[in-house]
């Protein structure tokens, strides 16, 4: 780290003061975790010059006086830390506007790749006019349970800060109760590739409204986990103006209803999370045909009989499949998770059907331990193929006999094991001792 003379002599008097660290660093992390409080005292803050995460607390800054003690403060810090800054975490706090406009301000010559606002309420409203051409060096912007006014009439505020929102590429923004995110907001983040809006109040128009021509034609991750979606038919159209997407997460909503029409995704999508979202049937209108990773999980399918030729891993966990999915629908299929459906038996020569199967996870299921399942199963776990859960997670549901007993534990005598083939030599010989003359004959076969 390069010291300046002048920092170089308040090093030295904050060592000759006793007590006067007060933040806390993890070394192992780089982390540095001070109260607000703490920067009043600019020497309780040398202990982590040499941290790359900065975490800043429990703060209440809708006293413009105090706002501006913490500028001569931040001013004298930020020339002399070690750069560039992993992350600045800013939580549990009230933020008037103003501090924020201040800290942009302060920090816009220091490269901090990631800034973090976490369980934040903002206050007032800044006058953003100053600003424009400012252009703080980060890529990486989160709100994490947040919340401020209205943001429907802010368009011509965050105009003046389009060249900095432009370079944005990673935008967080959960758990902050938003329904939309507006035009006039949207249309400035240029080069997003990353857009997390989960766990908010987002509902079929507002997505529709959010998402319109035009708007994150670079975007390639969108994750829109946990909100008010209903309407399949809705996100798919909102989805299919996004170009370049590659990963889509629409989990934890509810798309109970089957949709009307076909979905046509990007060609560009690879990644598509569905997982409880009250699916009970898929068709190959409904999925994109160049998927490659697909979760299904927590839903209620009895069957997924789609082809999908570039899939290579695919999660059904928790459905109500009764059996496999075909090896022809899924040519390329690596990982298959079928845990916690109603599957009864392994069928071997299927599964040898999949060339590219490396894992498979199927444990929970109400297995029926016949010898010859039982026997397949074990033959299966001592092959190639990666099992995972086996044994302990494999269970009988019958024959009662066999009933919570371990698959595994399962012993199978010779005569259980070919049951029909015991069956087929008894029959002959008892044909055999009828119909062969003689006494002679009949002693020779008993």
């Known amino acids: 780290m390069q010291i300046f003379p002048s920092f170089a002599v308040l090093l030295l008097i904050g060592h000759k003061l006793p007590g006067s660290f007060a933040c806390t660093v993890d070394l192992a992390r780089s982390h540095c975790t001070c109260s607000f409080a703490d920067l009043k005292n600019f020497y309780k803050f040398l202990v982590c010059m040499d941290a790359s995460v900065f975490e800043f607390r429990d703060g209440n800054f809708e006293d413009l006086s105090d706002i501006s003690r913490y500028t001569q403060t931040l ?43 976490e369980d934040c309420i903002f206050t007032g409203r800044a006058e953003w006019r100053s600003m424009k051409g400012t252009l703080p060096q980060m890529r990486s912007l ?47 983040f240029k080069d997003l590739r990353v857009l997390d809006l989960s766990e908010n109040g987002l509902q079929d128009q507002g997505v529709s409204g959010s998402f319109s021509d035009g708007l994150f034609f670079n975007l390639m991750t969108l994750k829109l986990r946990h909100n008010n979606l209903t309407s399949f038919d809705v996100a798919c159209k909102a989805l299919s103006q996004l170009p370049n997407l590659q990963d889509s997460d629409l989990s934890q909503n509810n798309f109970a209803m089957p949709p009307s029409s076909p979905c046509e995704w990007p060609p560009s999508t690879r990644l598509l999370n569905l997982s409880d979202t009250g699916l009970e049937h898929v068709n190959a209108h409904l999925l994109p045909p160049s998927t490659e990773v697909l979760d299904l999980s927590y839903n209620q399918l009895s069957v997924l009989d789609v082809s999908l030729p570039h899939l290579k891993k695919v999660y059904l966990s928790n459905n109500r499949l009764l059996s496999f999915p075909s090896s022809n629908n899924l040519p390329d299929l690596e990982i298959l998770f079928l845990d916690g459906n109603r599957i009864t038996h392994f069928p071997k020569d299927q599964l040898q059907t999949f060339k590219h199967l490396s894992i498979l996870k199927a444990d929970q299921n109400p297995y029926n331990c016949t010898c010859s399942v039982v026997n397949e199963m074990k033959e299966l776990s001592n092959r190639s193929l990666e099992v995972q859960q086996w044994p302990e997670g494999y269970f009988c549901d019958s024959p009662s006999v066999y009933k919570g007993q371990q698959v595994k534990e399962v012993e199978c005598s010779v005569s259980e094991g070919h049951k029909p083939l015991f069956i087929t030599i008894i029959s002959v010989v008892i044909v055999l001792v009828y119909i062969v003359p003689g006494e002679d004959s009949l002693f020779c076969f008993i």
Do not use: C
Not at 82 to 106: H, R, W
Not at 147 to 163: H, I, K, M, Q, V
Not at 164 to 184: C, G, K, M, Y
């Open 75 to 117: 001013r004298i810090l930020a020339p002399n830390l070690e750069l560039p800054i992993d992350k600045i975490i800013l939580g549990n706090s009230v933020l008037d506007e103003n501090f924020l406009k201040m800290f942009l301000d302060v920090t816009q010559n220091v490269k901090i790749r990631e800034l973090v606002f």
């Open 142 to 188: 989160q709100f994490v349970n947040v919340s401020s006014a209205s943001l429907t009439d802010r368009g011509e505020d965050f105009s003046y800060l389009s060249s900095w929102i432009a370079q944005v590429e990673n935008f967080v923004l959960t758990r902050s109760q938003i329904t939309q995110i507006p035009r006039s907001i949207s249309m400035h």
